[in-house]
T-cell receptor, first 114, second 119 residues
Framework: QKEVEQDPGPLSVPEGAIVSLNCTYSNSAFQYFMWYRQYSRKGPELLMYTYSSGNKEDGRFTAQVDKSSKYISLFIRDSQPSDSATYLCAMSAGDGTSGSRLTFGEGTQLTVNP | GAVVSQHPSWVICKSGTSVKIECRSLDFQATTMFWYRQFPKQSLMLMATSNEGSKATYEQGVEKDKFLINHASLTLSTLTVTSAHPEDSSFYIC???????????????FGSGTRLTVV
């Protein structure tokens, strides 16, 4: 069983839709949770970074963490064609400064159709 | 803040030659650098972890003599693919945990990646 499970999609939605992306994990040591967006042939770009259960909002993006269920989500409101990319969840046992390695989900390929 | 600059963005080389990829932390000190490899439509695969001033730690199955990592300073880490072969063609990405000068934690920031094609 993988430590992090993420539905690879592909996911196709119309412009303006609310997108829900999810990951589950099995390692209780994971304390820090991240969502990255990766465009084709580019490095991952950090969207959200959180270390506690609950919600965190940044513009059209909302990250949810439920440590009791070992489940994290990313919601994208009013999705735009420019949101079309692969979304990767990632998590680690330590924070960014401790040098702990990241464990990634497989990535979900999202297409937002005009 | 917290930018990792990676060069080159793409490179084509002949089989048997060596290629060096550089990652520089522009506005923070990168004491640790992670090096990943990514195949099309797959997630990132960790190759090695380097710490400034010490030898890199390689993941199982990664040839340390083929993928030479140097992390001689707090702002520069390099990956050299030695005696490259077509099967080494891939997308290579570096990443570093980042905190800016005022202490804001940026999590893990990634370089823009290097697409290597060995012909």
């Amino acid at each position: 069983q993988k430590e992090v499970e993420q539905d690879p999609g592909p996911l196709s939605v119309p412009e303006g839709a609310i997108v829900s992306l999810n990951c589950t994990y099995s390692n209780s040591a994971f304390q820090y949770f991240m969502w990255y967006r990766q465009y084709s042939r580019k490095g991952p770009e950090l969207l959200m970074y959180t270390y506690s259960s609950g919600n965190k909002e940044d513009g059209r993006f909302t990250a949810q963490v439920d440590k009791s269920s070992k489940y994290i989500s990313l919601f994208i409101r009013d999705s735009q064609p420019s949101d079309s990319a692969t979304y990767l969840c990632a998590m680690s046992a330590g924070d960014g400064t401790s040098g702990s390695r990241l464990t990634f989900g497989e990535g979900t390929q999202l297409t937002v159709n005009p | 803040g917290a930018v990792v600059s990676q060069h080159p963005s793409w490179v084509i080389c002949k089989s048997g030659t060596s290629v060096k990829i550089e990652c520089r932390s522009l506005d923070f000190q990168a004491t640790t650098m992670f090096w990943y490899r990514q195949f099309p439509k797959q997630s990132l695969m960790l190759m090695a972890t380097s710490n400034e001033g010490s030898k890199a730690t390689y993941e199982q199955g990664v040839e340390k003599d083929k993928f030479l990592i140097n992390h001689a300073s707090l702002t520069l880490s390099t990956l050299t693919v030695t005696s490259a072969h077509p099967e080494d063609s891939s997308f290579y990405i570096c990443s570093a945990p980042a905190r800016d000068k005022v202490g804001i934690n940026y999590g893990y920031t990634f370089g823009s990646g290097t697409r290597l094609t060995v012909v």
